[in-house]
């Protein structure tokens, strides 16, 4: 029933209705994962009294949704409670630390501010209680940035000498320079002191919005503690900033020293195409937690919606997050890798799954036999030996939205080939999720893209191609690639996570039953499907009993 409202997602995690934006301090505690968001319970659009929903779950698939756990209550925090992270301290307590908008009349006036959180009784595992024990906020804007740009606590972490460290993400206010200032803290996150030096300092304009800052292990898919830091782990440090359209969350990986509070990043955020992203489609503002029970990091991002006002006020929601995807760092020890937590997968029921079948130049073939509404798709494809041919494009001359545009490709020797995800019967509404490979420099590149241009026959719907190039050598690796299929959101993971694409479409025909996949092939020669695997995917119960 849940999925029959237009467009509404069956395993994706969003509140029973109006609005979501960021995800908000995830953690583990007493047997129960604990998930918060930027809410506004009116209405689906955002507001200037943003709370934070509160949900828990034992598997992150299923989740119950509890009161919320801050709403706008004293004076430091009157015109919404904004992001912010949880702490596990070492005796197992959680605190939270989140933005205060403060009371000031004018809107340009308004300050914001760290305030401390605390559960009202930590021997409930819901914590469903929480309470704001301090009169003012732990932290205010220094003279030196902007009092509006101010906000987003990290997780804090604890230093060799005793003292908590956490992140705040600001903009100064002479040179606008984005930054992560840094503060220390004595006595469990109750009272912190500004650090003379930020932990980055961009070069650019731009707002760091919910910096992101922890310990990833060399070698292993296993997650460490985010006040872990030895020889066997570097660190990751990731910042939102919005653009235009959407926002990006981007990466560096660098050495943290513990002892002189000093981050060298292997290389700069330019804030261009160059840097590394956890996604290239819809996705921002993403919060990463580690997971005790069962040793990883895992990331959540929130996914916008790209239809209009309108369209969110007809369906009464707007917003969701991505699955939550373990992070870890690849073997090149260059990028994240990231997939999908194992959970997932329980909601796999009906399989169909073949191998070794060719799929010709020019052709194509539906995938029967599951949901294609609601799916899990596993594919890898098998190129032919690469020719040296003229007509395999070369990148250096073709701008990006050419490039990952694939109805500007069917001219294309290897591709594009990939997936057609929620294809109406007559095809007029279709979404490809497809490869192509051009000849770059002496060697050859894989562009991974997915084109929201046909995906539905809506107006007043975004439909932006999206793209990358995926980390894969043609001439040695096979191209595999995951997506799933949720109604209105495809998540594509390339290369097992080397790169990953979040689209959001909203089909007006291929919707429900109606919905086709299929294989599709566009370039001139073939390739084959060594092995195709593909799941209906059952309803998650997402919010829809609350305690
Ligand atoms: N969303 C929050 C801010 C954050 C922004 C407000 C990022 O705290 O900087 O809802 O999406």
Redesign the pocket.
């Known amino acids: 029933v849940q999925n029959q409202v237009r467009n509404r997602t069956s395993f994706h995690f969003q509140p029973q209705r109006n609005w979501l ?2 995800p908000n301090a995830p953690m583990y505690y007493k047997g129960f994962y604990h998930l918060f968001y ?1 809410h506004n319970p009116l209405a689906p659009e ?1 507001n200037r009294k ?1 709370i934070w929903g509160h949900s828990v779950s034992q598997d992150m698939v299923n989740w119950i949704q509890l009161p919320p756990a801050f709403s706008p209550s004293e004076s430091y925090d009157i015109n ?1 409670c ?3 992270s949880a702490t596990i301290l070492p005796d197992g307590k959680p605190v939270i630390l ?2 205060g908008i403060d009371d000031q009349e004018r809107r340009e006036d308004r300050s ?1 501010v760290t305030v401390l959180a605390v559960p009202k009784d930590v021997s409930d595992p819901l914590l469903r209680e929480w309470i704001k024990p301090k009169q003012k906020p732990v932290m205010v804007p220094p003279e030196d940035v902007l009092h509006y740009c101010f ?2 606590p990290t997780t804090a972490w604890l230093g060799p000498d005793g003292k908590w460290r956490v992140l705040i ?1 600001a903009k100064e206010r002479d040179t606008r320079r984005g930054v992560a200032l840094l503060y220390h803290s004595t006595d469990e996150c109750a009272q912190w002191e500004r650090h003379p030096e930020p932990l980055l300092v961009a070069q650019a304009n731009e ?1 760091l ?2 910096v992101d800052f922890f310990p990833v292990k060399l070698a292993g898919k296993e997650g460490v503690d985010t006040s872990v830091n030895n020889a066997s782990v570097r660190h990751v440090l990731k910042v ?1 900033f ?1 653009e235009q359209i959407g ?1 990006k969350d981007c990466y560096v990986i660098g050495t943290y020293c513990s002892e002189t509070d000093r981050f060298v990043p292997d290389s700069e955020l330019t804030y261009t195409s160059a840097d590394l992203r956890y996604d290239h489609g819809w996705f ?2 993403s919060k990463s937690f580690f997971d005790s029970a069962k040793n990883r990091r895992i990331n959540w991002g ?1 996914v916008v919606e790209t239809d209009s006002r309108e369209d969110d006020f007809e369906k009464g929601w707007a917003g969701l997050l991505a699955l939550p995807r373990q992070m870890w760092l690849d073997t090149s020890g260059k990028r994240l890798m990231q997939w999908p937590i194992q959970e997932i997968n329980y909601l796999r029921t009906r399989h169909v799954s073949f191998h070794n079948r060719q799929l010709e130049g020019r052709s194509m073939f539906e995938i029967t036999g599951i949901t294609a509404a609601q799916a899990d798709v596993e594919v890898t494809f098998d190129l032919p030996v690469l020719e040296h041919n003229a007509r395999i494009r070369d990148s250096t001359h073709i701008a990006d939205a050419v490039l990952f545009n694939y109805g500007n490709s069917l001219g294309c020797v290897y591709g594009p080939f990939g997936l057609l995800a929620l294809a109406s019967n007559d095809l007029s509404e279709q979404t490809a999720i497809f490869f192509k490979i051009i000849r770059r420099g002496n060697g050859y590149s894989v562009i991974m893209g997915i084109d929201e241009n046909r995906s539905s026959l809506r107006d007043n719907v975004q439909k932006i191609p999206h793209g990358t190039f995926l980390d894969v050598d043609p001439r040695h690796e096979k191209i595999s690639l995951r997506c799933l299929i949720d109604h209105s959101i495809i998540e594509s993971y390339g290369a097992g996570g080397r790169n990953v694409i979040t689209s959001r479409v909203y089909p007006k025909l291929a919707i429900g039953e109606a919905a086709k996949l299929y294989a599709f092939n566009n370039g001139t020669k073939g390739v084959t499907i060594s092995s195709l695997d593909a799941w209906s995917m059952r309803n998650a119960q997402i919010n829809t009993n609350a305690i």
């Open positions: 934006n960021d930027q955002f943003i919404s904004w992001s912010g989140y933005t914001q906000r987003d993400g707002m919005e919910c939102s919005e926002g921002y503002a929130w």
